[in-house]
């Protein structure tokens, strides 16, 4: 029996933070079992061990829901009324409709959304951008959905946003404290819970800052703040008010590596009470940011901030882990920057077992990339502010993010939604964008490539079925930092009449005179990745040869050295400086004070009541801060059409027993879940492990609207909001205000 099974190996490409080793156990073209990576086999690395959502990738995608022809859309765009196709009249299709449009509103009128689907260095969303290049150009995008916010604010402090240390030096610390992270849901990498769990079987004591007792907080056994959601800052800058009260900060450290947390460390010509110790203690708006100011915004009591700040003051290596949750909020930017305030001002950068906060992730080796080619239309926006650039993108401007010209030449006309959910799911505000989505003269056409008829995929007007990561080759590599290279071989044939996205695009550029510039002479997927890593090869000798990648399914670099980040530049700044403009990391940023909205994005990191928050007066009509998180139980919002993972997680609403109490809410209970943008109706989880005035709801649910507009399925993007960012313009999805009734 066993002789007739074949182990095929493959690594995980959700988007999901891990890159887990997959070997299929294949009988006659079918997969009868999977296994995963084991301590022994890593070999003295980090196991990358599946999931319970890797163990279940089979059960997903080979689902009869799978999409299985070319269809084209024949009743009321989103009405999801269509027709079947073939392959041919598909790109037919697909041909006239680019041309048309690029002859009458130009290449700049065609999109291609943000989309993860496809988590690998070879994408649909890749090479539809490589031959649209080739064909005048496309509307780009910059920023990610994940860390729009953390990304282009650290450089305004570091110069950079490459400021992560290995996982491996978190041992060193003496306390390590998760703002707002939760690897043991969201992965960050199979490094991020491996060294974590070392660490807490070391006894190094751990922390965790978040307005939910999330599953890394319970398994890690680190001491809970819950603190209200967008609140950080003001939290950042009580326990700042003590450690410069009580001269508890590192004052050598901010003499030698900052400017701009005192008068004395300002630019010329600013007045110097600008700096933060000013701020602190309210030289100008006669506030004290002390210990009970920040209890009456954060709801932490006044003693546990003392506590707090005195550990961190007196406690050192301090390791401050933030994760991305903090900036996925209206001022999301502000959270990042106080996380790195802090690791300042108690002079924790630099230094073995410390860290510099930012987005993290570090990749100490070279890795295979599909590079990009130039994109003559050469205008981006950010990511987020897609449906505002499909209604009023000729009006947009440089304050609206536009990178590249001065305005958008024509708004978008033509969209590519490949391995993606956000044309709907995963956008904010569902029922704005499914207004824009449904008036059929502003987006002419709307080409969706996917696995499944997901609530994007309903409002295509060509939907092409793409196969899975089981049914076609490719390379996966870290999800953000690690030296290894994953292969995904391709375990059974593709599905009925599934294709991946590079077969349709060949035939695209065959008809559009593009073909030869298109493929280079690379007919298959494993012709470019040959050629891709063949290329990261001659950088890396000591990787092995393309064949043995594919038959191992990972190559992992070997003595991988151990970064502390900036350790060259804290040591002696003066001949290392950083590469900011003063050389010194700004916690002052004189950029920013010279920015037109300074008066609303300060200068320095302090708190910034945000629109939505726990300030904002609308919370007298919608009382409670609703927060969205990621769940174990999905990927965004893939496998959530499968079964066997809903009980990891199930779809519902956490409140607190005294807000449930007040509303007569059971646990376990229908709720209605609604505010001005929406309604969604979902069962109530009643638990302590959510703060008072705090709801919770784990985003990626598809989006399943009754006849009258309220979503059975349990999606928060009913309910959020499409106000940017003010620097990023980046998405603040876990800030909004709503109310709960029992349904
Ligand atoms: N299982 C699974 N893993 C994933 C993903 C997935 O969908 N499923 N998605 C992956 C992707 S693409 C990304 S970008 C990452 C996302 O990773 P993150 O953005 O870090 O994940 P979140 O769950 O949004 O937030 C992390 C924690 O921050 C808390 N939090 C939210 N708002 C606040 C706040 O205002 N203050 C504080 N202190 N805490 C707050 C949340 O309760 C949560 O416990 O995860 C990756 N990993
Ligand atoms: N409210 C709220 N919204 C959020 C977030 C949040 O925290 N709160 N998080 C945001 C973040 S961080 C991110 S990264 C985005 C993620 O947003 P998306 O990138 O849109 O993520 P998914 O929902 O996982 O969409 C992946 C799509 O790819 C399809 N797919 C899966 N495998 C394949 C394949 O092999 N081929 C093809 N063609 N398709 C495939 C799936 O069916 C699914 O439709 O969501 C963002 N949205
Ligand atoms: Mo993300």
């Known amino acids: 029996m066993e002789q007739d099974i074949r182990v095929i190996p493959t690594t995980g490409r959700n988007n999901c933070g891990g890159r887990c080793i997959i070997k299929a156990h294949v009988k006659d073209g079918t997969i009868v079992r999977l296994t995963t990576d084991t301590p022994e086999e890593a070999d003295g690395g980090v196991p990358l061990t599946a999931c319970a959502r890797g163990m279940n990738y089979h059960t997903t995608y080979f689902s009869e829901d799978r999409l299985k022809y070319p269809m084209k859309r024949v009743g009321k765009r989103g009405a999801g009324d269509f027709e079947r196709i073939s392959w041919d009249e598909a790109v037919d299709i697909l041909v006239r409709e680019w041309t048309r449009i690029r002859d009458t509103y130009g290449p700049g009128s065609r999109y291609v959304m943000y989309a993860t689907g496809e988590s690998a260095v070879l994408s649909g969303r890749a090479f539809t951008k490589r031959l649209l290049s080739l064909d005048g150009g496309f509307l780009d995008s910059y920023n990610s959905y994940s860390s729009a916010c953390v990304r282009q604010i650290t450089p305004y402090l570091y110069g950079t946003d490459d400021t992560a240390s290995s996982p491996a030096d978190w041992l060193n610390s003496s306390l390590i404290v998760l703002w707002g992270h939760n690897p043991a849901e969201t992965v960050f990498d199979a490094e991020t819970m491996f060294y974590l769990r070392k660490a807490r079987d070391r006894g190094i004591p751990m922390i965790g800052i978040d307005p939910r007792e999330n599953d890394t907080i319970r398994r890690l056994g680190a001491e809970w703040f819950p603190i209200r959601p967008a609140t950080d800052s003001a939290l950042a800058d009580a326990v700042a008010w003590v450690l410069y009260t009580e001269g508890l900060y590192d004052k050598a450290f901010i003499d030698r590596c900052c400017v701009g947390f005192d008068r004395e460390h300002m630019p010329e010509g600013v007045d110097p009470d600008e700096c933060y110790f000013s701020y602190l203690t309210g030289v100008k708006d006669g506030v004290e940011k002390t210990p009970e100011w920040a209890e009456k915004i954060t709801g932490l009591p006044a ?441």
């Open 303 to 743: 003693d546990r901030i003392f506590a707090l700040a005195r550990r961190m003051g007196t406690v050192k290596p301090m390791n401050i882990l933030q994760g991305w949750g903090p900036q996925r909020n209206a001022y999301g930017e502000q959270a990042s920057r106080s996380a790195i305030m802090l690791a300042c001002l108690t002079g924790n950068v630099g230094i073995p077992g410390g860290s510099a906060c930012g987005p993290g992730g570090y990749n100490p080796r070279p890795l295979p990339k599909l590079p990009p080619l130039p994109n003559p239309y050469g205008v981006s926006i950010p990511v987020f502010l897609w449906t505002d650039a499909v209604t009023r993108g000729t009006e947009m401007t440089a304050l609206d993010g536009v990178r590249g010209a001065g305005h958008l030449s024509s708004n978008i006309k033509m969209i590519f939604n490949i391995a993606g959910n956000t044309l709907l799911n995963q956008h904010a505000d569902v029922n704005r964008t499914k207004a824009i989505l449904e008036d059929e003269s502003l987006v002419e056409f709307i080409v969706v490539s996917d696995v499944f008829l997901t609530a994007s995929a309903r409002y295509a007007d060509l939907l092409l079925p793409c196969t899975s990561f089981w049914e076609e080759e490719n390379m996966t590599l870290p999800w953000i930092g690690g030296a290894f290279i994953g292969y995904n071989n391709r375990v059974i044939d593709p599905l009925y009449e599934c294709r991946p996205e590079y077969d349709w695009l060949k035939e695209a550029a065959r008809r559009l005179g593009l073909y030869d510039a298109f493929t280079q002479g690379r007919e298959t997927a494993r012709d470019w990745l040959r050629f891709l890593y063949d290329r990261t090869r001659e950088e890396s000798p000591e990787l092995p040869a393309f064949d043995e990648l594919r038959r191992e399914g990972i190559v992992r670099y070997k003595n991988v050295p151990v970064r502390v980040a900036f350790a060259r530049e804290c040591r002696d700044p003066e001949h290392c400086p950083f590469p900011t403009p003063s050389g010194k990391i700004e916690i002052f940023s004189r950029t920013l004070y010279e920015k037109e909205f300074s008066e609303f994005f300060p200068a320095i990191p302090r708190y910034v009541s945000p629109p939505e928050g726990y300030e904002d007066p609308l919370r007298a009509k919608y009382p409670l801060q609703l927060m969205g998180y990621h769940t174990k139980r999905r990927c965004h919002s893939i496998h959530d059409n499968n079964p066997r993972l809903e009980k990891l997680d199930p779809q519902a609403v956490w409140m607190n027993p005294l807000d449930a109490a007040e509303r007569g809410i059971g646990d376990g209970d229908m709720a209605v879940v609604f505010n001005d943008r929406g309604r969604l109706r979902l069962p109530v989880r009643v638990t302590e492990r959510i703060m008072p005035g705090v709801a919770a709801i784990p985003q990626g649910a598809w989006y399943r609207p009754e006849a009258d507009g309220t979503d059975a399925g349990g999606n928060i993007n009913v309910l959020t909001s499409q106000r940017p960012t003010p620097l990023a313009h980046g998405n603040g999805q876990h800030t909004n205000l709503a109310e709960i009734r029992k349904a």
